[in-house]
């Protein structure tokens, strides 16, 4: 049986077992879109004159990120809206193409760079040489500084990423499971030269942002990276997957917790500075300095 919306008359697609209500593609829609601009709200994130640079991947969330962004956005004349995507050089998972494709379908520009061009070495190279123990370490952080390099380049004020409940969840546990204080407690103060980071689904939970680019999205992609089972962040996943089930709450607690943290007494905003080998903007070590000696030798 089909259980109709706990709002109106209509089948319902969803069922929110944090909130006890099922709901119709409408009021699934209206209530997921309504909490992402609750979020904007609170965060301050947009302001008029922001040029957002969306990080996309080709997949379902920053897929939906950019589709959200523009509906909501896309009319404002003070504020405006590209693509951005870094191409690691992983062979058969990262297609710059398949970007390239849904931001045209959205009527955004779409800007790529590279590992290659930025490094000399593709990720997959990195492996070659490294073993993929720490790959997803190496690519995350040389991803991170490619990424802020091009959207300075670009001149954006703003870079959204498609970071869903579920990933952001995942990151405090790995924290705290990493004993890594200094993360959890780190300001989110701003640092020059590095372009501020928005996360519009940061509340709302994985499978709601699939439903959502389900229902909204024409194909995107969802290849899984061949070093991704080498992540912390997958055991992770499995293991707030499992206990979220028995304890709905518990990953909305974990993003608050690390909020709260954040917010709270105890975070140091000193470290903020420019790497004296690299140029870049930095939080305490440069960690593309540490990769890239680590890496080239
Ligand atoms: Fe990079 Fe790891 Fe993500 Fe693959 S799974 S793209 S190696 S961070
Ligand atoms: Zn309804």
Same mark, same amino acid.
């Given at each position: 049986?089909v259980?109709?919306?706990?709002?109106?008359?209509?089948d319902?697609?969803?069922?929110q077992?944090?909130?006890?209500?099922?709901?119709?593609?409408?009021h699934?829609t209206?209530d997921?879109?309504?909490? *992402? #601009?609750?979020?904007?709200? &609170?965060?301050?994130?947009?302001?008029?004159g =922001?040029?957002? %640079?969306?990080?996309m991947?080709g997949?379902?969330?920053s897929?939906?990120?950019?589709?959200?962004?523009?509906?909501?956005?896309?009319?404002?004349?003070?504020i405006?809206?590209?693509?951005v995507?870094?191409?690691?050089?992983i062979?058969?998972y990262?297609?710059?193409?398949?970007?390239?494709?849904?931001?045209?379908?959205?009527g955004v520009?779409?800007?790529?760079?590279?590992?290659?061009?930025?490094?000399g070495?593709?990720?997959?190279?990195?492996v070659?040489?490294?073993g993929?123990r720490?790959?997803c370490?190496?690519?995350?952080?040389?991803?991170?500084?490619?990424?802020?390099?091009l959207? *300075? #380049?670009?001149g954006?004020? &703003?870079i959204?990423?498609?970071?869903n409940? =579920?990933?952001? %969840?995942?990151?405090?546990?790995?924290?705290v499971?990493?004993g890594?204080?200094?993360?959890?407690l780190?300001k989110?103060?701003?640092?020059?030269?590095?372009?501020?980071?928005?996360?519009p689904?940061?509340?709302?939970?994985?499978?709601?942002?699939?439903l959502?680019?389900?229902?909204?999205?024409?194909d995107?992609?969802?290849?899984?990276c061949?070093?991704?089972?080498?992540?912390?962040?997958?055991?992770?996943?499995?293991?707030?997957?499992?206990?979220?089930?028995?304890?709905?709450a518990?990953?909305?607690?974990l993003?608050?917790?690390?909020?709260?943290?954040?917010?709270?007494?105890g975070?140091d905003?000193?470290?903020?500075?420019?790497?004296k080998?690299?140029?870049?903007?930095?939080?305490?070590?440069?960690?593309t300095?540490?990769?890239?000696?680590?890496?080239?030798?």
């Amino acid at each position: 049986m089909v259980m109709k919306c706990s709002k109106c008359n209509r089948d319902a697609v969803i069922f929110q077992n944090y909130s006890g209500m099922h709901l119709c593609r409408e009021h699934f829609t209206a209530d997921f879109e309504g909490r *992402v #601009k609750k979020a904007i709200r &609170k965060h301050k994130w947009l302001s008029s004159g =922001d040029r957002i %640079a969306v990080a996309m991947s080709g997949g379902k969330d920053s897929s939906a990120v950019l589709y959200f962004l523009k509906k909501t956005f896309g009319d404002r004349r003070d504020i405006e809206i590209f693509a951005v995507t870094i191409d690691e050089g992983i062979k058969g998972y990262r297609d710059p193409s398949v970007v390239e494709k849904i931001a045209g379908r959205y009527g955004v520009k779409c800007h790529t760079a590279s590992f290659k061009e930025h490094f000399g070495l593709t990720l997959d190279e990195i492996v070659q040489k490294k073993g993929d123990r720490n790959s997803c370490s190496y690519c995350g952080v040389l991803r991170r500084q490619v990424l802020n390099g091009l959207a *300075v #380049k670009l001149g954006a004020t &703003k870079i959204a990423m498609g970071f869903n409940l =579920d990933d952001e %969840a995942q990151s405090v546990m790995m924290n705290v499971l990493r004993g890594d204080s200094e993360r959890l407690l780190r300001k989110q103060s701003p640092v020059p030269g590095m372009i501020p980071r928005i996360k519009p689904f940061m509340y709302l939970p994985e499978r709601e942002v699939a439903l959502y680019s389900h229902m909204y999205i024409e194909d995107y992609e969802e290849r899984g990276c061949p070093y991704s089972h080498n992540a912390l962040r997958a055991d992770v996943r499995e293991l707030l997957n499992d206990y979220n089930y028995r304890h709905p709450a518990t990953k909305y607690a974990l993003v608050n917790l690390g909020e709260g943290l954040k917010e709270g007494p105890g975070g140091d905003e000193t470290k903020a500075g420019i790497c004296k080998v690299c140029g870049e903007p930095v939080f305490g070590e440069c960690g593309t300095c540490r990769v890239l000696k680590e890496i080239l030798g």
